[in-house]
């Protein structure tokens, strides 16, 4: 019950912020045009959008490696990328659960399955962490040492879990509980990290950052960026895909991420650039992952 309310509340704080700021700005992004050369700008921010979600499923693949399974990673990929639009369903959990059932479906263990898309959001986490530390000196205000602080503790715990001396105990203890309810053949293998999980965790710091790059394209199709402002784009985007990966009851970060950037970046640019900026790197987003949910659906018919 508690949490219902805490998701309405968010989702109702979300909206007012959204709608005050539109409301406020709605002349200046009336005002925004878009020439030729903008528009080609953000087919470059689609094009890297649509790599970073199949780089994406290829770091997947890496995870599983990591926990000794052995399969085709273009089959992985092609199945990471057609359920990756899921994550707008309510709940946010669609795209997990279909990743679990297609990579049961080409013979991965169920708790192979299970454990690498808990693992993957916990690489993501500490990618996105990693990238707003060492941005923040870009961004940091005496308001926000303690801010700075708390990320930085936040970092520490979750690299200590991806740690297989902490990982492993928690990994063995889950293996033991699903084998009890489940007869399934394929959950009799080795679950484990032979070792701490740091090349997906690179893996997914290439991802974020071609997630930055895909905004950091779509803002300046829309307004002029200086070299110096990148690193302060790189951090905010970060920060904002961060809470919309963590804050529960918005599926796919939507609202949050657009609330969260608005608000890091109005300092920095007019608000009615950076809110302009959010809805069309949202709908590139969206597009580029239905661009490749259709594309590995005819890629897999074709092979």
Do not use: C
Request: charge should be positive.
């Amino acid at each position: 019950m508690i949490k219902q309310v805490l998701r309405w509340l968010l989702l109702g704080g979300t909206l007012f912020f959204l709608t005050t700021a539109l409301k406020n700005n709605w002349q200046e992004i009336a005002a925004i045009r878009i020439d030729g050369v903008g528009w080609s700008i953000l087919a470059i921010a689609t094009g890297i959008t649509l790599l970073a979600h199949t780089w994406a499923g290829w770091v997947w693949t890496w995870i599983l490696q990591e926990l000794n399974q052995s399969i085709s990673s273009i089959q992985l990929i092609q199945a990471y990328l057609k359920t990756n639009i899921a994550k707008y369903l309510p709940g946010n959990v669609g795209h997990y659960i279909g990743r679990i059932m297609a990579a049961k479906n080409l013979r991965v263990s169920t708790s192979a399955a299970t454990m690498s898309v808990l693992l993957e959001p916990l690489l993501m986490l500490a990618a996105a962490l990693i990238v707003v530390i060492l941005s923040s000196k870009f961004t940091l205000t005496n308001s926000s040492v303690i801010l700075l602080i708390g990320q930085i503790l936040a970092l520490i715990v979750v690299l200590s879990i991806l740690h297989p001396l902490f990982l492993n105990p928690l990994i063995r203890f889950a293996h033991r509980q699903k084998n009890k309810s489940s007869n399934d053949k394929l959950n009799n293998v080795s679950l484990s990290l032979n070792r701490y999980p740091l090349l997906p965790l690179i893996g997914e710091l290439g991802f974020l950052l071609l997630r930055s790059m895909g905004f950091m394209f779509t803002l300046y199709a829309i307004a002029p960026i200086s070299l110096s402002q990148i690193p302060l784009i790189i951090g905010a985007f970060s920060f904002a895909w961060l809470l919309g990966l963590v804050v529960p009851g918005a599926p796919g970060g939507l609202g949050v991420f657009e609330t969260t950037a608005i608000a890091l970046l109005q300092h920095f640019f007019p608000t009615a650039l950076i809110i302009a900026a959010s809805g069309l790197y949202r709908l590139i987003s969206i597009f580029a992952e239905t661009i490749a949910a259709a594309l590995a659906s005819l890629d897999e018919r074709l092979v």
